[in-house]
C-alpha cells in the first residue's frame, strides 16, 4: 500500500528548542584530534569497598521489582547516588551533571545511561528504596560486613541526632501510610542541635566498638523520644549478633527501669548513664555537700608531651540502684572545670537580661505595670538560662510622687500644685552564693549504672568513655554529607534519602577501618596526608578521598588511530595510600 504523501498544508512539525545542555565530558578538538577528559578521583578505592560490601546484590534482592518499562535498573541509579554523597556531596538534581564528568564505566554505567541520570529518575528510585523492606535490607548488609571485614561485636553504641528542616512540611505534620508504608512525622521535638525553631526527625545509629563501624540505623518522627526506641533496637542487634550478652553503650536515656530490667532478663549487658532526675542521684549529691564522700584516684589522662589533661577518681564505696543494677561514681577534674564554667556562663546570661529588664521598668514609659506578669517575665528568663536555682529575685511595688502645677502659667507664690502618686514595679536580684558553693561541690561528678559486674570501675570507664565514637559519625553524617538541608519534598524521599547516607557512613568507616589497620600492620604511626606534608596520626576517609580528587582520565583520539588512554601520574604518597589498601596503582582509573 502506498505511503500517503502529506498535504502541501501540512506544515512539519518544528521541534522546540530547549535550553538544556547535553551531560558529557569535555571534549577539546583540534585538527582530526580530540580529547576527552573524566573524572577519576576516589572512584576505584570507593568502588573496591562496595564490591567488599555487595550492595548491589543487596539492594536487587529487597527492592521491589522492576517495571519493564524501567531503562535504568534502581540499584544503579541508587549507587551512583550513593558514590556522589561519597566524593562530591551534589544535591539530587546536580547527581547527573556530576556523573557526565565521570568515566561512566567507574559508574558501572553504559555513556548512554547518563543522559537518564535525571532528579526525576533518582526520586523515583527513593521511592522504591521506601517501599522496601529497609529494616531487612540493612540487617542483611550490616550481617554481611561483620562477616567479611571479620568487625567484632562485643561491644555496641548506640546514640540519636536530630535533623533539622527548613520549612513548613504541612503534609508531612503527622505520621501516615503511603502503599502500605508507615511515613514519619517531620515535627517538633526536642533538638539535638539546639533549633527548637525547625522541625526534625530522629536519626538512631549503632555502631561498633571495632573502628566505629555503622551496623544498625533507624529514622523515627521527630517528637520521638530516646527512652522509647532502645528496646526495639536491641532486640534488632540481638539478631545481628546471633547472642543477647554483648555490651549495650548509650546514653542516659536508656537508664530507664523498664529499658534495664529489659535487657537484663533477656541476658543482655548495658552501660550507661544515670539521669539527674532519679533520686539515687539527689542522695549521693546532697552526701558530696555534707563531705561524706572520699575518692580514690584511678586514671590519669595526659598528652603526647607527658602533661596532666583530667585526672579521673572513683568512689570506692559499692552503690546500687532501686532496681538493684550497679551504681558507679566517678569525678573528672576537667568536667569539674566545664561545669563551673557553664554554670557561670549561664548566671551571667541571666544577669545581663535582667539587667535589662530592670532598665525597662525604670523607664518612664515602661509596659511592666503588673507584679504577675513580671515574676512570669523573670521567670521565664530565669528558666531560658538554666539559672533558676542560683539568683535570688524579689519584686517590690514603690510609689513614686509627683507635683504639677494645678494651673497654667508662670509659678508664684500663689501657685497650688497638686500631687499624684505612681506604682512602680522595682526589681532586684543577687547571686545565691550558698547554693552556688553547694552546687559546685558536685563538679565533675557522674555515675554510671550497669549490670555488668566483671568489670572494674577503670574498665567500665574506658567503655563508657569511647561511646564518642558515634559523635564522630553524626559529624561525617552532617558535616562531609550536609545531611541538612534536605532538597526533597516528600517524607518517603527523605526516609530513603537517610538509609543512602547510611551507607555512605558505613563505606567511610570501613574504609578509615581498612586503612588504619595497614597503618598497624606496617607499624607506620602517622601518613603526611595533611597539607605541607604535616603527619596524620588518624587518617579520615575524607581526607583519603580530597587527596584522590586531582586524578583524571584523558582519551586522546587522532583521525585512524586507536585511542590512547591517559591517567593522571599518581604521586608518592597516593601510591604508598594504594597500596595500604591492597589496590593496584599500575592500573588506577583505567
Excluded at 502503599?179 to 526536642?190: N, R, S, V, Y
Excluded at 543482655?268 to 542522695?283: I, N, Q, Y
Excluded at 549561664?346 to 535582667?354: C, E, N, P, S, V
Excluded at 530565669?382 to 502645677?405: F, H, K, M, N, P
Amino acid at each position: 500500500m502506498p505511503k500517503r504523501q502529506p498535504s502541501h498544508k501540512t506544515k512539519p512539525r518544528r521541534r522546540e528548542p530547549t535550553d538544556r545542555t547535553p551531560l558529557r565530558a569535555p571534549v577539546a578538538r583540534t585538527r582530526g584530534t580530540a580529547l576527552c577528559s573524566y573524572a577519576v578521583g576516589a572512584l576505584p578505592i570507593v568502588n573496591r569497598i562496595l564490591d567488599d560490601v555487595r550492595l548491589e546484590q543487596f539492594l536487587r534482592e529487597y527492592l521491589p521489582k522492576e517495571d519493564g518499562r524501567t531503562k535504568l535498573p534502581t540499584a544503579k541509579v541508587l549507587l551512583v547516588l550513593l558514590r556522589n554523597t561519597l566524593v562530591s556531596r551534589e544535591p539530587i538534581y546536580g547527581v547527573g551533571e556530576w556523573a557526565a564528568r565521570h568515566a561512566p564505566d567507574l559508574l558501572e554505567l553504559a555513556p548512554q545511561d547518563i543522559e537518564r541520570l535525571n532528579d526525576d529518575r533518582i526520586g523515583r528510585a527513593l521511592d522504591r528504596l521506601f517501599l522496601a523492606d529497609v529494616p531487612s535490607l540493612v540487617l542483611a548488609v550490616a550481617a554481611h560486613v561483620v562477616r567479611k571485614f571479620q568487625i567484632s561485636l562485643d561491644e555496641l553504641h548506640n546514640d540519636s541526632t536530630s535533623i533539622a528542616f527548613f520549612g513548613a512540611y504541612n503534609g508531612a505534620d503527622q505520621e501516615r501510610r503511603y502503599l502500605g508504608q508507615p511515613t514519619l512525622a517531620i515535627t517538633f521535638g526536642h533538638s539535638k542541635d539546639h533549633r527548637p525553631d525547625l522541625k526534625q526527625l530522629l536519626y538512631i545509629l549503632t555502631v561498633t566498638r571495632d573502628g566505629g563501624v555503622p551496623v544498625h540505623f533507624r529514622a523515627a518522627s521527630g517528637n520521638t523520644t530516646d527512652d522509647t526506641t532502645h528496646r526495639d533496637t536491641w532486640e534488632l542487634l540481638c539478631q545481628l549478633a546471633g547472642r543477647p550478652d554483648f555490651l549495650y553503650v548509650a546514653d542516659s536515656k536508656l537508664a530507664t527501669s523498664d529499658n534495664m530490667r529489659h535487657i537484663d532478663r533477656h541476658g543482655g549487658r548495658f552501660v550507661s548513664v544515670l539521669p539527674r532526675t532519679r533520686g539515687e542521684d539527689a542522695a549521693f549529691r546532697a552526701r558530696l555537700r555534707e563531705g561524706q564522700v572520699v575518692w580514690e584516684p584511678i586514671w590519669d589522662k595526659q598528652d603526647e608531651d607527658g602533661q596532666l589533661l583530667d585526672r579521673f577518681s572513683v568512689c570506692p564505696e559499692p552503690t546500687l540502684t532501686a532496681e538493684g543494677f550497679r551504681l558507679v561514681w566517678y569525678h573528672s577534674t576537667r568536667k569539674a572545670d566545664l561545669d563551673a564554667a557553664a554554670r557561670a556562663h549561664k548566671i551571667d546570661r541571666a544577669l545581663r537580661q535582667l539587667g535589662q529588664l530592670r532598665q525597662k521598668l525604670a523607664s518612664p514609659r515602661t509596659r511592666h505595670r503588673q507584679a504577675e506578669k513580671l515574676r512570669k517575665k523573670v521567670a521565664d528568663i530565669l528558666q531560658e538560662c538554666g539559672a533558676e536555682d542560683w539568683i535570688q529575685v524579689e519584686i517590690e511595688s514603690r510609689d513614686e510622687e509627683t507635683y504639677r502645677q494645678s494651673k497654667p502659667g508662670r509659678p508664684g507664690k500663689k501657685t497650688r500644685y497638686v500631687r499624684r502618686v505612681k506604682h512602680r514595679l522595682v526589681l532586684d536580684y543577687q547571686i545565691d552564693v550558698v547554693r552556688v558553693a553547694e552546687a559546685s561541690t558536685s563538679d565533675g561528678v557522674f555515675p554510671l549504672v550497669t549490670n555488668v559486674t566483671e568489670l572494674s570501675p577503670r574498665e567500665l570507664l574506658f567503655t563508657y568513655k569511647r561511646q564518642p565514637t558515634i559523635e564522630k559519625r553524626f559529624s561525617q553524617l552532617k558535616t562531609d554529607f550536609a545531611v541538612a538541608p534536605v532538597y526533597l519534598k516528600e517524607v518517603r524521599r527523605i526516609q530513603a534519602l537517610l538509609c543512602v547516607y547510611f551507607f555512605a557512613l558505613l563505606v567511610e568507616a570501613l574504609l578509615e577501618r581498612e586503612l588504619r589497620r595497614a597503618m598497624q600492620r606496617e607499624h607506620l604511626d602517622s601518613l603526611p596526608m595533611y597539607p605541607e606534608g604535616r603527619p596524620c596520626s588518624w587518617p579520615t576517609a575524607r581526607r583519603l578521598i580530597d587527596l584522590f580528587e586531582p586524578v583524571q582520565r584523558h582519551t586522546l583520539t587522532r583521525s585512524q588511530r586507536t585511542a590512547e588512554v591517559i591517567v593522571t601520574e599518581l604521586t608518592r604518597l597516593q601510591r604508598k595510600l594504594l597500596k595500604l589498601l591492597k589496590l593496584p596503582t599500575n592500573h588506577y582509573g583505567q
